[in-house]
């Protein structure tokens, strides 16, 4: 049975209510993210530093606080699934999203360590990095040349989000990062 409930994911209070509303959840994805400011012009410092925080708080905070909140009743279970979706930009960088990629960054270490931690409890804990995803916002943000990568399809990320439920219980990923063929240039 599938279930949604709308929250605000940047406010904690509303977080710990919809946490414990639910009690337990057999699979946790977290899912959403912001890119915030670009650092086009200014390097690391462009923008306000309180957009900076909100950036992070959806970012890194709040799958670390929804993981902490469910985990112990998978293990309790001995089972359950915990999908965080990073992004390319938390396995390599570029000059551009360096708020964005500082929280990608601390996803990809919190998942990580999740993943060593909770693994032997019987919890996949797997992490997700796609590149430039066709038809999303961030995508949009984004030129097609930016970096020589292009675009992967949205099919192509739930396929490596399904891969997770589809390897048997001895095989556990821990991260799986999706990157598009660069375009083709011409000389």
Known sequence: MCECHCCDLT???ACNELCTKLGHVDVLVNN?????PSGEDQGPVKGNPDEWEHVVQLNLNTPMRMTRMFAPKMCEKGDGFILNIGDVEGVHTGPRHPVYAASKH????????SYEALRSKG???VLVSPGNVQ?????????????GQGFISPE??????M???????NCVPSEIVLKAIEPHRHA
């Open 135 to 147: 038809g999303t916002s961030m995508a949009d943000a984004t030129s097609k040349n930016e970096g």
């Open 156 to 161: 192509d990320v739930a396929e490596a989000c």
């Open 11 to 13: 406010n904690t209070k």
């Open 163 to 169: 891969f997770a439920f589809r390897v048997s219980d």
């Open 32 to 36: 959403a993210g912001e890119f915030g």
């Open 123 to 125: 919890i996949h804990v």
């Open 106 to 113: 601390g996803l990809r270490g919190f998942s990580l360590s």
